[in-house]
T-cell receptor, first 110, second 113 residues
Framework: EDQVTQSPEALRLQEGESSSLNCSYT??????LFWYRQDPGKGPEFLFT???AGEEKEKERLKATLTKKESFLHITAPKPEDSATYLC???????????FGKGTSLLVTP | DADVTQTPRNRITKTGKRIMLECSQT?????MYWYRQDPGLGLRLIYY???????NKGEISDGYSVSRQAQAKFSLSLESAIPNQTALYFC????????????FGPGTRLTVL
């Protein structure tokens, strides 16, 4: 059973059309939940860390939120340059690995 | 200059060959990690190190070994490469003085024929 499930797998938006990406997780003790952006052929780029339910972080058009079972990455008025794969990862208190979901591939068209 | 550097960026090799992938960082971080990324499987941890004398196995360490030559350098070796080790390999760093986030290098694309 996957610890981290991201949905949808792929999302196509028009420029300016806001939406949300979902990351559902099942862990016994959450140390942190992390969002990354990955462009094709490049390494994941760190976006946010969330540590406790109710926490929110914002950066430009992105806002990440966390509950006890899931996290959302809200994208407000996206631009074509926001096109990328967005990865969610969790880290448990019992270990040090980041356990990644399979990602959401976002395409924003002009 | 990039904070995390990986060499080589691309490598094609044959089954049975020994391969070393290198990672260097100028971020001053003490923690270093090696991950591999496969289509449909996501990123998985191979090894990690919290300082020069600390080496730990990750989820998928079989067939791999590592060396932490200095705080800034962490190498991954494939002793006898096999085709199912074809993947994208990423080095990452983390700072004990900061949070638990990890910062990734640009990756090495390895193909084993």
């Amino acid at each position: 059973e996957d610890q981290v499930t991201q949905s949808p797998e792929a999302l196509r938006l028009q420029e300016g059309e806001s939406s949300s990406l979902n990351c559902s997780y099942t862990v016994s003790g959450l140390r942190g939940l992390f969002w990354y952006r990955q462009d094709p052929g490049k390494g994941p780029e760190f976006l946010f860390t969330l540590y406790s339910a109710g926490e929110e972080k914002e950066k430009e058009r992105l806002k990440a939120t966390l509950t006890k079972k899931e996290s959302f990455l809200h994208i407000t008025a996206p631009k074509p340059e926001d096109s990328a794969t967005y990865l969610c990862a969790v880290q448990e208190y019992s270990g040090y690995a980041l356990n990644f979901g399979k990602g959401t591939s976002l395409l924003v068209t002009p | 200059d990039a904070d995390v550097t990986q060499t080589p960026r691309n490598r094609i090799t044959k089954t049975g060959k020994r391969i070393m992938l290198e990672c260097s960082q100028t971020k001053g971080h003490d923690r270093m990690y090696w991950y591999r990324q496969d289509p449909g499987l996501g990123l998985r941890l191979i090894y990690y190190s919290f300082d020069v004398k600390d080496i730990n196995k990750g989820e998928i360490s079989d067939g791999y070994s590592v060396s932490r030559q200095a705080q800034a350098k962490f190498s991954l070796s494939l002793e006898s490469a096999i085709p199912n080790q074809t993947a994208l390999y990423f080095c990452a760093t983390g700072n004990r003085a900061g949070g638990w986030e990890q910062f990734f290098g640009p990756g090495t694309r390895l193909t084993v024929l």
